[in-house]
């Protein structure tokens, strides 16, 4: 009899370890099945699905362009101030020590980056060396016309600054400094504007890209939106028969919903993919075009053309699927709560 009863607790025993384990192992089936309803409703409303996905793919493609475009603006107007230098011209033969105390003098002031000065030599073998292939300039100047232009020839003080916005304080010290005053060249200004207003053109360009790829992204985003609203809703009424009879048996929510999400998230995950992909051949092909118009690519290359372009494609599919799960997720909540 005590043989009987160990033989039947340790049957209990291990129907209970049984169930535990179907019971484990029912989640993981509940899963299955909500991802295998919703790649055949997928695959069931393929029509709407794809148009679902080329609109999210579009709406992509657009931030991409806009972060891009606003990135490599941005940075080509950097570049071109990093590039532009003052040009302050002196009178020729100025001496070398009044050059030295005149840089002294502009070196004090906290905007600037760094000064180079030239006296009227130095600025004739920079003449030469500028056209030395220019068979016609090089036969004339012999020693007598060398002394000539020496003569004539304008020092310079090349300047570079911190923040070329900002350069009152430089004017204000090439304009009331006496030792400025009694040598500057009357016949060439300084060369404070220069470039300055290809650089507010850039710039201007680099707002509107924003701008507009900002609207123009956000208004495909709503059309995205409302595509898979109306996938979902199609969707919805075609199964409404069988939803209510999960409902009778007591399927829980979240196995009703379920599908519709993953529907939506594998449109996601294609349109991030297709737009990744497209973004990135689309900028290979036109980066070298760009390039050769003077536009900085450098920092988006450095980016597509090393391991952080894994990174980029992630962040393009996870886009894809948080647009594609927060409209399913309205769509969802608002038909499915009237039947």
Not at 303 to 308: A, D, E, K, V
């Amino acid at each position: 009899m005590g043989e009987k009863n160990k033989d039947l607790k340790d049957a209990s025993k291990r129907g209970l370890k049984a169930m535990g384990k179907a019971k484990a192992h029912h989640p993981v089936r509940k899963e299955g099945r909500i991802m295998k309803y919703g790649t055949k409703g997928f695959v069931r409303n393929i029509w709407l699905s794809c148009a679902s996905t080329i609109v999210m793919a579009i709406t992509m493609i657009i931030l991409f362009v806009t972060i891009v475009a606003s990135v490599i603006l941005t940075n080509t107007a950097e570049m071109m101030k990093d590039k532009i230098d003052i040009t302050i011209y002196l009178k020729p033969n100025t001496s070398d020590e009044v050059l030295t105390e005149l840089s002294n003098v502009i070196s004090a002031d906290s905007n600037i980056k760094s000064v180079v000065v030239s006296n009227s030599e130095q600025e004739y073998e920079k003449f030469l060396a500028e056209n030395k292939d220019s068979e016609e300039i090089v036969n004339v100047l012999d020693e007598e016309m060398k002394k000539i232009m020496i003569s004539k020839m304008q020092a310079t003080m090349r300047i570079k600054v911190y923040n070329i916005d900002d350069i009152t304080s430089i004017k204000t010290i090439v304009e009331e400094d006496p030792l400025f005053i009694n040598n500057l060249d009357i016949e060439l200004a300084p060369t404070y504007d220069v470039n300055q207003k290809e650089i507010a053109t850039i710039t201007s360009w680099a707002r509107i890209a924003r701008t507009g790829g900002i609207v123009l992204a956000a208004v495909f985003l709503v059309i995205s939106v409302l595509i898979i609203f109306s996938t979902i809703r199609m969707a919805i009424f075609s199964r409404r028969e069988e939803i209510y009879m999960m409902k009778l048996v007591g399927a829980d929510k979240r196995f009703i919903r379920g599908p519709f999400l993953v529907e939506a998230e594998i449109c996601g995950i294609i349109a991030g993919i297709v737009s990744a992909t497209v973004s990135y051949f689309g900028f290979m092909f036109l980066s070298p075009k760009l390039s050769g118009y003077g536009i900085d690519v450098s920092s988006i290359n450095n980016i597509l053309q090393s391991n952080q372009l894994i990174l980029v494609f992630l962040v393009f599919i996870a886009s894809g699927i948080v647009i594609g799960r927060i409209s399913s997720m309205l769509a969802v909540s608002k038909y499915l709560h009237k039947m």
